[in-house]
């Protein structure tokens, strides 16, 4: 029997250390907007507000708690000693961009936090998860234990949530979690298909670029998931992407593609094997789903790799809205950008469920590269399920207020680079999270509370 199911989105608040350290080579906004100075207030208000956005329209919302940084265990397993000021000093004077990774809040992006599959998938009935290892990119690696204990504090309930350690560390496996995943489905709590998408196949050693981006998912790590998720191989599509959008600045599926329920809206050259992917995936949907899949194709014509990177146009979330319309959650660059918004009013008005589009303005996060559908993680939970998550974690007024509160009182207006080697920054970002805690009810998630 099919259960009411919703799907959650659950956002990372953005850390007290948000910078932009240009960690990420292959995402252009990072790049571009490395060493500039950052708004760490307004970078979390502007993420609570979205989430505000989308408990308003009717959504379950929920958030997960930024990690501690900087992670002073790393910077002392690398060398630097002596008390916690002295090894941000040290760090400062021999290797900044190491102190930046050290610092990144970048567990704001929690589409990388993990891969989820939903009960009526899997083969035991229960909601598996996996943290992503995020091997790709050091800053991004340090995330991976932090997130297992986090999600595992959210998703308590082990007769119901089924937690998988993050994939063996090694670029053989390099896994980026729900950012190259997508599901869909006829409704939430039925049978779907998911798509997992990598850039390229460890194992084969000539694969045609990307040339001079790296392409942070490997297939090995897309089919390992598929397994340990117990998925049916009929549920399941693999799909890679094509080389040339990653060397264009698509470093994460969700910049050139994105689905919801039985709606997939891509562009063109997302693939390495084009419209087969498209085609492979329709057939699989309508034999598990029963039902047609609604693809929306965008061609370089409508909207170029470079305007779809620029804008972030595909880095939308696309929701079901209680009434059964979808939403398109857009970034505010795409009202902005002519073709962008022309495209939007046209899909709004077009022969498909989405009937209204919503801008959001994050700035202080798509500077880093990350849109409306990097900051959420979504899990599809029948009602059941949704019961037994942490309940303090879902948004709802009273706590959008509170967290509107905590940000004020804690963050800072601004962080440049030297910012990085203040040590007050450490006990300011701890005193935060430490109320945090008290505010969302989880206890001693951060290890500074152990000691
Ligand atoms: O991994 N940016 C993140 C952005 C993640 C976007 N996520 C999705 N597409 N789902 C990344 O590249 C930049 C940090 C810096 O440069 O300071 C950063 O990590």
């Not at 029997?1 to 799907?7: G, I, K």
């Not at 340090?142 to 994939?167: G, M, N, Q, W, Y």
């Not at 009273?398 to 440049?416: A, F, I, Q, S």
Request: aromatic share 6%; glycine share 8%; net charge negative.
């Amino acid at each position: 029997m099919t259960q009411r199911a919703h799907e959650a989105n659950f956002d990372g608040i953005v850390g007290p250390t948000h910078h932009y350290g240009g960690l990420s080579p292959g995402n252009l906004a990072s790049i571009a907007h490395g060493q500039s100075v950052s708004h760490p207030k307004e970078a979390a208000l502007q993420g609570l507000r979205k989430m505000k956005l989308l408990c308003d329209l009717g959504l379950k919302q929920g958030v997960i708690p930024p990690q501690e940084r900087p992670d002073l265990k790393i910077l002392r397993r690398l060398g630097f000693h002596g008390s916690d000021a002295k090894v941000l000093e040290q760090a400062h004077k021999k290797d900044p961009a190491l102190l930046a990774a050290c610092w990144s809040a970048s567990s704001m992006w929690t589409a990388n936090a993990a891969t989820v599959s939903p009960s009526a998938d899997t083969a035991d009935g229960k909601v598996h998860i996996t943290p992503a290892n995020l091997v790709s990119l050091f800053h991004r690696s340090i995330e991976a234990e932090s997130t297992a204990r986090f999600l595992k504090a959210i998703f308590r309930d082990e007769s119901v949530f089924c937690h998988h350690p993050p994939l063996p560390a090694s670029l053989f496996f390099a896994d980026e979690g729900a950012a190259n995943h997508t599901r869909l489905c006829r409704s939430y709590g039925e049978p779907g298909v998911e798509l997992f998408i990598y850039g390229r196949e460890d194992r084969v050693s000539s694969q045609n670029g990307p040339h001079d981006h790296p392409a942070r998912q490997t297939r090995e790590a897309s089919e390992a998931i598929g397994r340990t998720h117990q998925l049916a191989p009929e549920r399941i599509v693999l799909a890679r992407q094509n080389p040339e959008a990653i060397d264009q600045g698509v470093f994460h599926h969700d910049v050139i593609a994105v689905g919801n329920a039985n709606v997939f809206l891509h562009h063109t050259e997302a693939y390495a094997e084009g419209q087969k992917v498209i085609d492979g995936l329709r057939g699989k949907y309508e034999q598990v789903c029963r039902d047609d899949l609604k693809t929306i194709e965008i061609r370089p014509e409508q909207l170029s790799l470079g305007e779809a990177v620029r804008t972030y146009f595909f880095n939308s979330q696309l929701v079901s809205l209680p009434d059964g319309d979808m939403a398109f959650i857009a970034p505010s660059e795409c009202e902005a950008d002519e073709r962008a918004g022309r495209l939007i009013e046209e899909i709004v008005l077009g022969d498909n469920p989405i009937r209204e589009a919503h801008f959001i303005g994050i700035r202080q996060s798509m500077k880093n590269g990350g849109g409306p559908a990097c900051l959420r993680l979504r899990v599809a939970l029948t009602e059941a399920e949704l019961e037994r998550v942490h309940q303090p974690v879902l948004m709802t007024d009273r706590l959008y207020e509170e967290l509107r509160r905590w940000v004020e009182r804690n963050y800072r207006d601004r962080l440049g680079p030297d910012d990085l080697a203040d040590s007050d920054l450490i006990g300011e970002s701890r005193a935060a999270l430490d109320e945090l805690t008290q505010i969302l009810r989880l206890e001693s998630i951060y290890p500074f509370q152990g000691e």
